[in-house]
């Protein structure tokens, strides 16, 4: 069966450009996560949706970032005024129910670079 | 707060070979940990997870995990390494200080296991 999928792959951005990067989950997945993943780093928490609510984002690193589930399934992750300390790899993964210790199923990434 | 810790950046195996990976872990009730590891090219992939129970846990591709409460460890191992095991491989643990049911997890910094032919 399909799984998390995210476009585009790879995104180049002129400083202060705005982007959207989005992820498509596991159909039927209710929980939804965003990481950002630095070169030689592991992932790390950005936010976090139960359906198309948001219920943790604490991990978003300053106000021009910001991501949506409006219709509980797609996501996008928006970037305002890209800064070159945004490059790297944004991974979405999804898991199918609220329980916080279950599988989570992830995306290849999107590799965001910011010139 | 709590962390994790994988203190080898990069571990080298001959074919055929027993592995370990390390990871340690601070928390400051139960730990839940996971190993996951990722392929070039393709996203990361779920390989075990500790909740309770029984310390050794086994996972995908025939690798296990052994949780050692005293040692606050979770090395993850396979009896006999095949070159395609050769990836990257990072240790998580949920962090129980989130609010409510929105429980990240909290990443280690990864290894990269080469298994030589």
């Known amino acids: 069966g399909a799984g998390v999928s995210q476009s585009p792959r790879y995104k180049v951005a002129k400083r202060g450009q705005d982007v959207a990067l989005r992820c498509d989950p596991i159909?039927?997945?209710?929980?939804l996560f965003w990481y950002q993943q630095a070169l030689g780093q592991g992932p790390e928490f950005l936010t976090y949706?139960?359906?198309?609510?948001?219920?943790?984002k604490s991990g978003l690193p300053s106000d021009r970032f910001f991501a949506e589930r409006p219709e509980g399934s797609v996501s996008t992750l928006k970037i305002q005024r890209t800064q070159q300390e945004d490059s790297a790899v944004y991974l979405c993964?999804?898991?199918?129910?609220?329980?916080?210790?279950?599988?989570?199923?992830f995306g290849p990434g999107t590799r965001l670079t910011v010139l | 707060a709590q962390s994790v810790a994988q203190p080898e950046d990069q571990v080298n195996v001959a074919e055929g070979n027993p592995l370990t990976v390390k990871c340690t872990y601070s928390v400051s009730g139960n730990p839940y940990l996971f190993w996951y590891v990722q392929y070039p090219n393709r996203g990361l992939q779920f390989l075990l997870k500790?909740?309770?129970?029984d310390n050794l846990v086994k996972g995908s591709y025939g690798f296990e995990a052994e949780f050692n409460k005293s040692q606050t460890s979770f090395h993850l191992k396979k009896p006999s390494a095949l070159v395609s095991d050769s990836a990257l491989y990072f240790c998580?643990?949920?962090?129980?200080?989130?609010?409510?049911?929105?429980?990240?997890?909290?990443w280690g910094l990864g290894t990269s296991l080469a298994v030589n032919p």
């Open positions: 159909s039927g997945h209710v929980s």
């Open positions: 993964a999804s898991s199918l129910g609220r329980d916080p210790l279950s599988e989570q199923f």
């Open positions: 949706f139960q359906n198309e609510a948001q219920l943790d």
């Open positions: 998580a643990v949920r962090d129980m200080g989130s609010p409510g049911n929105n429980r990240k997890l909290i």
């Open positions: 500790y909740i309770t129970g």
